[in-house]
């Protein structure tokens, strides 16, 4: 008989065994985990969380408060900007010096900073609770003034590397970034980028700065009383700098040196024989000449200059003896109520002289640079050079008729068309009409193609009517596109400082491209014609002359803008409103006359004014509108010393001009360098630039 199978494993008791939850599952194999592991384990997770956390401030400080930063100015430096003939232009930026080491200090100067600022310097770790608790104290029970418990590391915190509103969360990175100074630097280093750092009121930043501008003594020769007075400015720098407010500074001292006593510093009987700072200010008046370029320059010559401690000087391309010239020509100008600006620079693009307008104290806006207006039959300069590129030249014809077709219809101002003529003598005369033709005939973007390699980059209108110049742009663009035309290559690209050297690949770079002989043989005739005996005869020199004036529509800019004798200026007058200058002013009038008397001294070429009937003369405009009043149809002239030349069809009259007699024996002759007789032909006192 076989007995029955028994089970290995008895089952317990059901009282024995654990109630457990319906759906639970079998019970674990593993033994529970017992407390004090547990325990060691979540203090594990704790401590590499913080250390995590720590990495992560360490890595922000790191990027947002590097040490590097803490040695150099916290404002722009001074900066004097010096013409090429080393006198002094501008003087810009704080006023700041050499930083200070403490060690060669008297003690008495961090002794006094210490004693208003934070007593317990050398005793905390960047944070001082103790102080903050006697400043909230104080704050608490007084009815007047409050004091703040910010440590000078916590100072040199928000002074170098924060903005300084109170919000938490700047307080926050505030104390965060102190911790950071004080385990990364000794307490004299602090204390040394401190006292290099913190303003002085008049513009001045840190304590060499501040000793040499109100004492002037090195801070290494202060005495108590004058210690106590930089010492005490920090409060209010601005309203008690001892320049503008003596009194407040002397007792803001007294309240410092008494501070010096209860810290412990001085005796009471040291501190009641102290004598009052006195003050030994030396302020160098500032240059009132060259301002504008001054502006205009800084941020190049401030970018060169560096980011250091003490005063730059910056030499600039500016001649001094030029932009006084600039100054007088725009200062004697009949330019009633209109603004004016002028820009000159040799064909390489190096600024001579710079104007923005009448009265830098009045107005710092810098009308050569910062305004755009419209430059006017100026703008030609590039439909030509296009119609040169596509194979024309100055013998060509073209139609100055009125345009009867299309929905642009620009007309020449007065009305008055000459026909079928040349484009030498269309350039001459600033025919609208045919700078329109021109345009449709090589195409829009031909010309602007032009414009953009002479350096214009101001946007441009992509119609017709950019054949007159109704696209903005700056003064400084429209000299440089002439400056190319006189350098024979392109682009020329303005600039007030001496170019520093270049490396081959950036050489390479910014390598120019040469005209054509042939373009800028032909570009040059058009420019002489337009300058001598077309709308600009004006500005005429002795010198070889050329250049081009622009006059916009009802006259609210004019402009002229030429080269002569290795200079090329740009004129410009109008009103700010861009309201209309009164009496029809043009281009050919007030700007080629400044142009004219601002040229003529700085090339060193003494030419009188012109006599005034004739200033704004305009012989091409004054013979074609007599031919076409006559009824004498298509006809072209030449004009010299000895007569005049009128082609009519294939047919050629000449007008010879009386020669003077011969001087008899032993008379003496003309002087050398005398110029020739200047011929006046009558004109129509209307005939001007053209208008758009």
Known sequence: MTEAMKDPLPIPEPETLPPRAFGAGPPSAFAPPRPWKRRVQIGGWVVAALLALLMIVIAWLAVTAPMSRSLKPIAPPSISLMSADSHLIARRGAIIDRPVTVAALPKHVPQAFMAIEDRRFYNHWGIDPRGIARAAWHNLWSSGSSQGGSTITQQLAKGVFLSSDRTFGRKAREALIAFWLEAWLTKDQIMERYLSNVYFGDNVYGLRA?????????PERLTIPQAAMLAGLLKAPSRLAPTANLKGARERAALVTQAMVEAGYISQAQRNALPPARLNVHEAPDPTSGTYFADWVLPQARDRAGAVYGAQNVTTTLDWRIQRLAEAAIRRAPLGKAEAALVAMKPDGSVVAMVGGKDYGKSAFNRAVQAKRQPGSTFKLFVYLAAFRAGMTPDD?????????????PANHGGKYRGRITLRQAFAASSNVAAVRLTQKIGVDN??????????????????????????IPLVELTEAYAAVAAGAYPVLAHGLPP??????????????????????MIRDLLS?????????????RTSTFGKTGTTQDSRDAIFVGYAGGLVTAVWIGND????????????????????????????????????????????NAIANVATEAGLGNMSVGLDTQGVTVNIGNGQLRLPIDQPPEPPPGAPGPQPGTPPPRIVVPTDPAASDQRP
């Not at 690949?505 to 800028?520: E, I, P, T, V």
Request: hydrophobic letters at 35%.
């Open 210 to 218: 501040a000793s040499l501008h109100y004492f002037n003594r090195q």
């Open 397 to 409: 014809f073209i139609e100055d008729t009125p345009i009867t077709t299309g929905t642009y219809r």
């Open 447 to 472: 010309v602007i193609k032009v414009a953009r390699d002479l350096g214009v980059t101001a946007p441009l209108t992509e119609d017709l009517s950019l054949a007159l110049g109704t696209s903005e």
């Open 500 to 521: 520093e050297e270049q490396g081959w690949f950036d050489r390479l770079l910014s390598r120019r491209k040469a005209f054509s002989d042939d373009q800028l043989e």
């Open 529 to 541: 014609s337009a300058a001598n005996r077309g709308t600009g005869s004006a500005a005429a020199l």
């Open 577 to 620: 409103d861009n309201t209309p200058l009164p009496g029809g002013a043009a281009g050919g009038g007030v700007p080629a006359r400044i142009w004219r008397n601002f040229m003529a001294g700085a090339i060193n070429e003494p030419v009188e004014d012109a006599p005034e009937e004739t200033k704004d003369s305009d012989l091409v």
